[in-house]
């Protein structure tokens, strides 16, 4: 995931901004870590390695640029139960159990 941004970042050209949404799993870890994502790969990281890598000196073509970066992750151990989506007119509506 890490090379994945780096990657992407590196290759904008001229940009005005960078936006970045990170949708996973996530945990909270009690220790100096803190806060973990995890990836596809069943690895993790941190939300500081992740906002790391986009700083100027980690990532030289974002210098000067707004980064904005978003997290949807759980941070709980309880899986959700979700119910199908359903496409009313042009609108989405997901339902779930909050339980």
Do not use: W
């Amino acid at each position: 995931m890490l090379e994945k941004i780096k990657t992407t970042a590196a290759e904008t050209d001229n940009p005005q901004c960078f936006v970045l949404f990170i949708l996973s799993h996530g945990k909270e870890i009690n220790n100096q870590e803190g806060e973990v994502v995890y990836g596809t790969d069943g690895k993790y990281l941190t939300k500081r390695q992740i906002i790391g890598e986009l700083s100027g000196s980690n990532c030289p073509s974002l210098r000067g640029i707004p980064r904005v970066v978003f997290f949807q992750c759980c941070r709980g151990s309880t899986i959700k139960v979700f119910i199908p989506v359903f496409l009313f007119s042009n609108f989405f509506v997901s339902f779930f159990d909050l339980q």
